[in-house]
């Protein structure tokens, strides 16, 4: 349900994007045409979806049909699905990151020509890392962007305030800040509150956070450096001083937050976090907006910085840690290295190359109506939605914030922290290399779960990444593997 | 009668006759081979390939026993075998005493007269006890238990437990308490209930923050503590989940075994002097054993497959605490390494196999001839 805030803008919007531009649907222009399309159990990402295809079908005539699977399950189903020539999805919306895995074997269609005659998309107004790098592969367009993804660190104004700290510039900042906050009552409820909570369940969206806090120690030399292999052996970085200090960090979060923190999804940290009951969070875009929904209590009470960062990185000679100086550490900030990691690349929508014309076309109207300055400047401001800020626009134009209810300087430090995030030189580009899915996913979420556990230690934890991630490597071939993972990072 | 024997008609007639019983049977026989027999090769000739899906269909590369060799000795091991620990002294006498004892055990039934296949059959069983003796001081008391450690703890400790209380719910509703027929329904229904509804059931029982039970745990302090993030109590509470719903199959079996047996030997036996201990363990379990032995073994092999409530209560959790075989196939399977989950898959087959014959030899065919 659309907030009343939103409504009238939405409306004026939709009522835009309704006159004839060069490929906006024309009316009932895909009467009888229905469009399965898959992507994971919400709310957030299906929601837009689902509310948003009701008045496509008024504007087109198209069906859309909105099919919603676990996350751990949706790049299988959708391989599955696709492989096994059933295709019974015509369109999802999944991890860009995955991409290379489906448009390889031919099952996504090439956008490119479509998207380079659709005005009303205004690609150009898609921020040039989405545009260039989550939406294409080997020179070609496969997906639409609907969403922006940058994991940032978020605080609670009120709280550093009367702790007399300043937001996260290191990881040590993070855990001094988690724990003087800890234990206390920061809601007003009469309970004691977190000092930090993160997502940090098995088989769910956890294992990104681990990166987030590793590509500081790890990365330094900027983005083409790369924050998961040696670009030139593909030995893995997850065995060496700086992913244990990274490691350990994780780990001694969990001391400042939830009992149940290893068993939480990111909806439940999020909830969590909008109730009041945690200092200090790691996630996505969507704390900013979620912080101004109805029922928020921290309305006006949260900051955001890019993810904190290190001192000492990682000296890929020796494999221990080393103090930032002006050669090893050129983008450090105050001696402090930081590298944002844009991970999962932003929600975005590719299409079946096994549909037929009508359902393509169809789908791609729909992704293009989605993505669309009209519907996605609405879009991004709400919470629910899961989608976060990826257009220029959104980051210049401060209305769409204030009108969504954000304060100006909310909406300043929010956009601000996205826009360094997105913008800086060190930033971690999200691996995309063949069954990447299965490095991350598979084998660094396993063994993260395990040292979370208490079953395994951190030198335990880092020979089982590097054993499973070589494994795999060897069995892809490593030679191929270097090769996309070079293309990837543009050396 | 001509001399060329019987017209063509008549032998067919007769040869029908004579094969009527293989016909009639060859359809089933043929359903029955389709349906068990060959998803049984199938998954074998999975289990030694790597599944991978290419552009037009799928492609399976021939990598031999490589399936198997990750699970027991490579990178899976953690995973199937689980990490084993420090070896203790202790441990040395203990294996040692249990070795011993097999030996004599074995010698016995040599002395007895039983046959070759008896001893090859014996042999096997103790080989089997020794590993799952090694397995529990290794991995589940020193070492990081894997999926079959878990999966043996939820066959051994659940079943212990579901027997003992199933079995002490008969007696009390044999007794002739008032209300027993009552009871008798009630402790028969959550065997009526999914197992995915249990999961969820008890999944909200057991969170300690938002749950029913939260205001008492918060009562006596336990705020700041969650059973789920950690390993021995999450498996304690799919154990008890577990024992929930198959309680009432223990009981209802047990329930009719104690029915059966004869009131006059036990009035005879309280008329004798005995006390009610006495009576039960002279009279009542020495009737009551090979139905006891029977349903213990159909709860064996039910419970190696035990899969919904770790899934849902846990997600298999926490790392990899309460993952049983049958999710690690699954697991496996859902990141599409088929020929890994049929591995699995094969390994639980001859675990539970193994054991299953064995508790059959060993327990139940003698508890059948003590009757």
Redesign the interface.
């Known amino acids: 349900m659309i907030k009343p805030q939103h409504a009238l803008p939405a409306l004026a919007l939709t009522a835009m994007v309704a006159m004839p531009l060069s490929v906006t649907p024309a009316a009932a222009q895909f009467n009888g045409v229905e469009v399965n399309i898959m992507t994971f159990t919400g709310p957030q990402i299906a929601e837009p979806l689902q509310r948003r295809a009701p008045e496509f079908k008024r504007m087109t005539g198209a069906q859309i049909n909105v099919i919603t699977v676990p996350f751990?399950?949706l790049y299988?189903k959708l391989?599955?699905d696709w492989?096994?020539?059933q295709n019974s999805v015509d369109a999802a919306v999944f991890a860009p990151q995955w991409m290379a895995d489906y448009i390889?074997?031919?099952y996504l269609v090439d956008l490119s020509a479509q998207v380079a005659a659709d005005s009303a998309l205004q690609v150009d107004d898609i921020s040039p890392f989405f545009r260039e790098f989550s939406q294409r592969y080997k020179g070609k367009t496969y997906m639409l962007t609907l969403d922006g993804d940058f994991q940032m660190a978020y605080y609670r104004t009120d709280v550093l305030d009367q702790l007399g700290k300043q937001p996260p510039q290191t990881w040590d900042d993070y855990l001094s800040i988690a724990r003087a906050a800890h234990g206390k009552d920061w809601n007003g409820d009469g309970?004691?509150d977190y000092g930090s909570c993160i997502s940090k369940?098995?088989?769910a969206q956890a294992y990104w956070a681990v990166m987030s806090i590793a590509g500081g120690f790890l990365q330094s030399q900027g983005t083409k450096q790369g924050a998961f292999f040696d670009a030139q052996t593909m030995k893995p970085l997850v065995n060496n001083d700086a992913f244990a200090a990274a490691l350990k960090v994780y780990v001694d979060t969990t001391d400042y937050g939830?009992?149940?923190?290893?068993?939480l999804d990111v909806g439940d940290t999020r909830g969590l976090f909008t109730q009041g009951r945690c200092a200090l969070t790691v996630d996505w875009g969507d704390i900013g907006t979620l912080a101004i929904e109805e029922g928020s209590k921290i309305k006006d009470k949260v900051g955001a910085v890019p993810l904190p960062g290190s001192e000492r990185v990682l000296d890929r000679a020796t494999g221990k840690l080393a103090r930032c100086n002006s050669r090893r550490c050129p983008y450090a900030e105050g001696g402090v290295n930081r590298a944002p990691y844009a991970a999962f690349g932003g929600w975005s929508g590719g299409i079946s190359s096994a549909a037929g014309k009508r359902v393509r076309d169809a789908a791609y109207a729909f992704f293009s109506y989605m993505s669309q300055p009209a519907q996605s400047n609405v879009d991004v401001t709400i919470g629910k939605t899961g989608f976060n800020p990826y257009r220029v626009s959104q980051f210049e134009n401060l209305s769409h914030w204030l009108d969504g209810g954000m304060s100006r300087a909310a909406a300043r430090n929010y956009l601000g922290a996205i826009g360094d995030s997105m913008n800086s030189p060190n930033m971690i580009l999200d691996l995309r290399i063949p069954q990447n899915q299965?490095y991350q996913?598979?084998v660094l979420d396993?063994a993260v779960?395990?040292?979370?556990?208490?079953?395994?230690n951190i030198r335990?934890t880092m020979r089982?990444i590097e054993?499973?991630w070589e494994?795999i490597t060897d069995?892809l071939g490593r030679g191929e593997q270097a090769q996309a993972y070079r293309a990837t990072l543009g050396q | 009668m001509n001399a060329a024997g019987p017209p063509p008609a008549g032998r067919w007639s007769l040869w029908a006759d004579r094969n009527a019983g293989s016909i009639f049977l060859l359809p089933a026989a043929v359903v029955v081979l389709a349906f068990s027999l060959f998803p049984l090769l199938a998954s074998f000739y999975l289990s030694l390939h790597?599944f991978k899906?290419?552009?037009?269909?799928?492609e399976l590369r021939h990598v031999g026993w490589l399936n198997y060799k990750k699970l027991l000795f490579g990178?899976q091991q953690?995973?199937f075998l689980g990490?084993a620990g420090e070896w203790h002294a202790a441990f040395t006498f203990v294996v040692v005493a249990a070795a011993a004892a097999l030996i004599f055990c074995l010698y016995r039934a040599a002395r007895r007269g039983v046959g070759a296949a008896g001893i090859v059959g014996r042999v096997l069983a103790a080989a089997a006890l020794l590993v799952l003796l090694l397995l529990f001081l290794r991995i589940i008391v020193t070492g990081?238990p894997g999926t079959l450690a878990t999966t043996l703890v939820y066959v051994f400790a659940g079943g212990a437990l579901q027997f003992a209380i199933g079995l002490g719910l008969a007696l009390l509703c044999t007794s002739g308490l008032r209300g027993g027929n009552f009871f008798r329904v009630v402790f028969f229904l959550p065997l009526m209930v999914t197992p995915v509804g249990i999961a969820y059931a008890f999944r909200m029982l057991s969170d300690?923050?938002k749950g029913p039970f939260a205001p008492l745990w918060k009562f006596f302090g336990g705020?700041?503590?969650?059973w789920?993030?950690?390993?021995w109590q999450a498996r304690m509470v799919v154990i008890i989940g577990d024992s929930w719903q198959w309680i009432p199959f223990i009981f209802i079996i047990m329930l009719a075994a104690i029915e059966n047996v004869d009131n006059e030997q036990r009035e005879a036996a309280r008329m004798d002097g005995a006390d009610a201990w006495q009576v039960f363990a002279h009279v009542t379990w020495p009737a009551v054993m090979p139905a006891a032995a029977t349903v213990v073994l159909i709860r064996a092999i039910e419970a190696f497959k035990i899969i919904d409530l770790p899934n849902i209560l846990?997600?298999?959790?926490?790392?990899?605490?309460t993952e049983s075989m049958a999710l690690h196939a699954f697991a496996a399977w859902?990141?599409?390494d088929l020929g890994g989950s049929a591995a699995v898959a094969y390994l639980l087959l001859v675990v539970s196999v193994v054991l299953s014959i064995s508790f059959f030899n060993l327990v139940v065919a003698p508890s059948r001839r003590l009757r």
Not at chain 1, 258 to 263: G, Q, R, T, W
Not at chain 1, 449 to 456: D, H, N, P, Q, T
């Open positions: 751990s399950d299988t391989l599955t492989a096994t020539g390889e074997p031919g309970e004691a369940k098995r088989n939830p009992p149940d923190e290893i068993n299965r996913q598979n396993t779960a395990r040292l979370l556990a208490g079953e395994i335990q089982q054993s499973g494994e069995e | 790597r899906f290419v552009s037009g269909g799928f990178s953690y995973h990490t990081v300690m923050s705020e700041n503590f969650s789920a993030a950690d390993p846990t997600n298999g959790g926490p790392g990899i605490a859902r990141t599409l």
